[in-house]
């Protein structure tokens, strides 16, 4: 099933206008507003002025997709503007403390401090900041320096062309609007536009919609692993003031309790200005349970007491969920073809070990845009000319530091247990370990039959626990409900006929915003898809057993309203 046959982008008659640009950005996330920023001052420095610099964002607003913990480790930024802090990048606070608990059971905990606190959770010279702050920060630095940058598009879908024999990336088409949940255009029909570009920057995220598919197409993927996947649910609490000073630039991660020795997964806190705490748990895809629920176990992971006594008297504000790519080095696609590249969390630039994927995402956005400056100097955009950027990478700190890490989340597939055994030879071996290549499977593929579950549902309540949809209310999420649904299942009788009795429908359990509902007795059509909940996390898209489901854009301006998060 293909992308334009859902958006009606070959339908004939419909007339689209074309806009020609010199660098198409795709994903107003820090890597690619680094990229555009850096680019202009490199264009700059060769003496040309004639280029034009495009982002396309599909949030309403810049920042509203934006989710992250978010520590930072200022060794990217710094590399952007050695004086951000002087520019006024907003930060929460300089980490000023941080601890590990382990929570080893329902009641029961140990804290780690000062010496005891594992050297990739030790967080001095790092900054707390909200991302989506950061990037709305970044997209004015942008703009200053002659950048366009628009909101509410939605790339849906990618323009290519051949050219010399081959084929290259010409641009992309955006999605269309009004059109109706029967695929009828409506009074407010607009046609998606032809945007072409001599290089485009696909920086969409994580499990980018169009990048996943050139991936595919274009074999950036081969001789690699697959990638894998964490799904991050996150809050944002107000707690009592006294509380709140004590927390300020506290940084807390746990690990344990609810998990067991079957998945991969862990939790942070951290402390903000005005008595606010961003917290979150990450679990990993690769887990075996049908029945997962990284909602649930978040609800868990708070009701634990050691939880529960930092957020006693607080409120939530703000929630929302992400996956993040943390398979790391082996698991990274080529960063580059004819007239593209990928950067950021769409190219797996993470560290899975610390976190942390913020200077790794700005970084890889400086070393496209010296490629690409490069490339438009010589007036050749393709893949011989592109090559540099993934060279630049490979003699960088951000290779280095992935590569240090390289087996460190594969150690962990088939559960806690390797993994703690393997980490310790890594860190003596420079990253290696016990074996030198880590070879993993696709996160959907580690699923067991649901006979086999063991996970259980938490006792939700309206103060801390919440439920999903409650949650999801306090994301902000709206979208236009005449629409056709932009979450597809591409053969419904395989969640019928095959899904119901193998896995028991894990859909209805790993989507963090009660998107799929699987209603009793069961429906001759499949899951109702309550798409205007969705938080655009791409969960479903990567944890689906038959990889059924395929996440595209919704109209522009869809989605999320991060605020602070």
Request: charge should be negative.
């Amino acid at each position: 099933m293909s992308v334009p046959e859902q958006y009606s982008l070959n339908l004939p008659g419909i007339e689209r206008e074309t806009l020609d640009v010199d660098v198409l950005l795709i994903g107003a996330g820090a890597a690619n507003l680094a990229c555009a920023i850096h680019l202009q001052r490199q264009l700059a420095a060769r003496g040309i002025t004639d280029k034009s610099i495009l982002v396309l964002e599909k949030a309403g607003e810049i920042g509203d997709h934006t989710l992250s913990g978010a520590v930072m480790n200022p060794r990217g930024i710094s590399e952007l503007f050695p004086d951000w802090r002087e520019r006024g990048c907003p930060i929460e606070s300089d980490v000023r403390w941080d601890a590990v608990e382990i929570l080893y059971s329902k009641d029961g905990s140990k804290r780690l401090k000062g010496p005891l606190v594992p050297p990739q959770f030790q967080n001095h010279g790092n900054v707390i900041v909200s991302m989506n702050q950061v990037v709305r920060w970044l997209k004015e630095q942008a703009e200053a320096v002659g950048v366009q940058v628009y909101p509410g598009f939605a790339a849906a879908e990618i323009l290519f062309e051949q050219k010399d024999g081959v084929e290259r990336v010409a641009g992309v088409v955006t999605r269309d609007s009004g059109i109706d949940k029967h695929g009828q255009q409506k009074h407010s029909f607009q046609p998606g536009m032809n945007v072409r570009a001599a290089v485009t920057v696909f920086g969409e995220g994580t499990r980018g919609h169009l990048a996943k598919h050139l991936i595919r197409r274009h074999g950036l993927d081969a001789g690699r692993n697959p990638q894998m996947y964490g799904t991050g649910i996150k809050e944002i609490w107000e707690i009592p003031a006294e509380r709140g000073a004590e927390w300020l630039g506290g940084v807390l991660h746990t690990a344990g309790h609810p998990l067991s020795l079957n998945g991969y997964g862990g939790s942070w806190i951290y402390g903000l200005k005005d008595n606010r705490l961003s917290l979150g748990f990450v679990i990993g895809l690769d887990h075996p349970d049908a029945k997962l629920d990284p909602h649930a176990l978040f609800v868990q992971w708070k009701q634990h007491p050691a939880i529960a006594r930092i957020l006693e008297g607080g409120k939530v504000l703000a929630y929302g969920a992400k996956t993040v790519p943390e398979g790391g080095y082996w698991c990274m696609p080529r960063l580059y073809g004819e007239s593209y590249c990928l950067v950021g969390d769409t190219a797996g630039f993470l560290n899975a070990s610390t976190l942390k994927g913020v200077h790794l995402a700005i970084k890889s956005g400086l070393l496209a845009a010296e490629a690409i400056a490069e490339a438009l100097h010589f007036g050749d955009t393709g893949a011989a000319r592109l090559k540099r950027y993934e060279e630049l990478f490979s003699a960088s700190w951000a290779k280095d530091e992935l590569y240090g890490v390289r087996n460190f989340r594969q150690s962990f597939e088939g559960g806690l247990l390797g993994g703690m055994l393997d980490v310790p030879f890594q860190q003596l071996t420079g990253g290696r370990g016990l074996v030198e290549r880590r070879k993993n499977h696709k996160d959907h593929e580690t699923m067991h039959p649901v006979h086999l579950s063991r996970l259980e549902k938490p006792a939700f309540d309206d103060k801390g626990s919440m439920d999903k949809l409650t949650d999801v209310y306090h994301s902000g999420t709206t979208h236009e409900e005449d629409q056709p649904a932009h979450l597809l299942v591409k053969d419904p009788s395989i969640c019928i006929e095959r899904c119901t009795r193998e896995f028991g429908n894990p859909c209805q359990h790993f989507c963090p915003a009660a998107v799929y509902e699987w209603r009793e007795g069961g429906t001759a059509k499949g899951p109702v898809i309550n798409f205007s909940n969705c938080v655009h996390c791409k969960t479903c898209d990567i944890a689906d057993p038959y990889e059924n489901i395929e996440w595209v854009v919704p109209e522009g301006g869809g989605g999320p309203k991060y605020v602070n998060l």
